[in-house]
């Protein structure tokens, strides 16, 4: 069965450095998100993603984050200068034309220190 | 702003009885609610969905049911079995402004007790 694939599984960095999230969403789906859960707290929406941009962005998605479908098959969040409260696991997401569904990848849980 | 809310952080069932996990929204907006289930250091995976057109989906063990006038919708999953221990999420749906905006409640942790 086909899936949202995300790497790293885990990724450790210093306060201020810059990090990037990697994802390959289904193949044949065309619409791509990144949320993220807080420890102990609920999966909370960061951006969506379509054609090439972005089609919707929360509060927590500021300046700092960017989203980038760098060739055919990835996508990826940079987030340029880390913070504490940054620390979370980030799962990136894609679902197809038509459909509701979202298909979920695994998870980078980020810790910054 | 908590558009989907999950009231029971945790629910514990007895292997074979119904568990019952219950999800409110407040946007009169969303049109199509999902239920996710999640295990521990994995993404959500989708479990069931319904859309507000409906008002009962089952799918084998799984049924949600929708009630709109109350904005409620409930997952009952019947009979328990010890794998369904995990982390459920209710999630709701709507186009807004031509973007899909996916909210997740905060997500119920079943146990199911041999």
């Known amino acids: 069965e086909p899936e949202v694939t995300q790497t790293p599984s885990h990724q450790v960095t210093q306060m201020g450095q810059e990090v990037i999230l990697r994802c390959v969403p289904i193949s044949n789906h065309l619409y791509f998100y990144w949320y993220r859960q807080i420890l102990g707290q609920k999966v909370e929406f960061l951006v969506s993603?379509?054609?090439?941009?972005?089609?919707?962005k929360s509060e927590i998605f500021d300046d700092q984050f960017s989203v980038e479908r760098p060739d055919g098959s990835n996508f990826t969040l940079k987030i340029r200068s880390t913070k504490l409260e940054d620390s979370a696991m980030y799962f990136c997401?894609?679902?197809?034309?038509?459909?509701?569904?979202?298909?979920f990848g695994s998870g980078t849980q980020l810790s910054v220190l | 702003d908590q558009q989907v809310k999950q009231n029971s952080p945790s629910l514990s069932v007895q292997e074979g009885r119904i568990s019952i996990l219950n999800c409110d929204y407040t946007n009169s907006m969303f049109d199509y609610f999902l239920w996710y289930k999640k295990y521990p250091a994995e993404g959500p995976t989708f479990l069931i969905s319904i859309s507000s057109i409906k008002d009962k989906n089952e799918d084998g063990r799984f049924t949600v049911f929708l009630n709109k006038s109350a904005k409620h919708l409930s997952l009952h999953i019947v009979p328990s079995q010890p794998g369904d221990s995990a982390v459920y999420f209710c999630?709701?749906?709507?186009?807004?402004?031509?973007?899909?905006?996916?909210?997740f409640g905060q997500g119920t942790r079943l146990t199911i007790n041999p």
């Open positions: 999630a709701a749906s709507a186009v807004i402004q031509g973007a899909q905006k996916l909210v």
């Open positions: 993603f379509y054609n090439n941009e972005i089609s919707e």
């Open positions: 997401a894609s679902r197809s034309t038509g459909s509701e569904k979202l298909f």
